[in-house]
Structures are given as C-alpha cells and as structure tokens.
C-alpha cells in the first residue's frame, strides 16, 4: 500500500506559477513511476506527466510540454510538478499517481495502469 499527498495548489493569476509536491508513504518509493493528471469539471482525467523510477525518463502531455516540469526526490518520497506560464485552461484538481510497472513505455500515460492515487489538490488560475 503506497498513501500519496497531494499539496501546493491554489489560486494563481493566467502567466504565474505554481510547484504541487506529492508526498509518498508506505512502499519503496522508488519502485513506482510516478504520473500528474489532472480532472476539470465536466472533463475526464487527463495525463500531465510522468517519471520513471529514478527521474531519467520523463513523459509529458503536448498541452504542458515547455511549461510544466517534473521531478523527483527518493530520498524525500516526493515527486513534484513545477507549472510555469499557467493558463486558465490549467485550471483543475491535480492527482499525482504511483504506477508499479516494471518497464518505461507510453501506458505511463494512461490512468488506468496507476495503482495508487491521492485525494488531489485544486489549481485554480485566473485570466
């Protein structure tokens, strides 16, 4: 069982930023790729990000790449979303997600394939 925090969201004006930490607990973190999606409402889950076990490989969605950058700290257990240049169309709850996958391929982009997810944080940006 992985247990995942979500943090650092709020309200941010169109062109600002904004970092979001998820905060893992429970398992080996570094066994899992972690992934950002994001939900706006009305509006299926999203893939935003994705990295691989040590932070080597990373994958982004086109509406974020150049914007957004993301990263982790094992010896923390936190994964972190960086989100720069935010656009009211970023306006969502972010979930970051533990995926125990043994291979890097292009379903770290799919929701389905995470096992563990947290309770998300709102992000909210103003135009």
């Known amino acids: 069982q992985v247990q995942l925090v979500e943090s650092g969201g709020g309200l941010v004006q169109a062109g600002g930023s904004l970092r979001l930490s998820c905060a893992a607990s429970?398992?080996?973190?570094?066994?899992?790729?972690m992934g950002w999606f994001r939900q706006a409402p009305g509006k299926e889950r999203e893939f935003v990000a994705a990295i691989s076990w040590s932070g080597g490989s990373t994958s982004y969605a086109d509406s974020v790449k150049g914007r957004f950058t993301i990263s982790r700290d094992n010896a923390k257990n936190t994964v972190y979303l960086q989100m720069n240049s935010l656009k009211p169309e970023d306006t969502a709850v972010y979930y970051c997600a533990a995926d125990l996958r043994s291979n890097w391929s292009s379903r770290v982009r799919v929701s389905d394939e995470y096992d563990y997810w947290g309770q998300g944080t709102q992000v909210t940006v103003s135009s």
């Open positions: 429970g398992r080996t973190f570094s066994n899992y790729v």
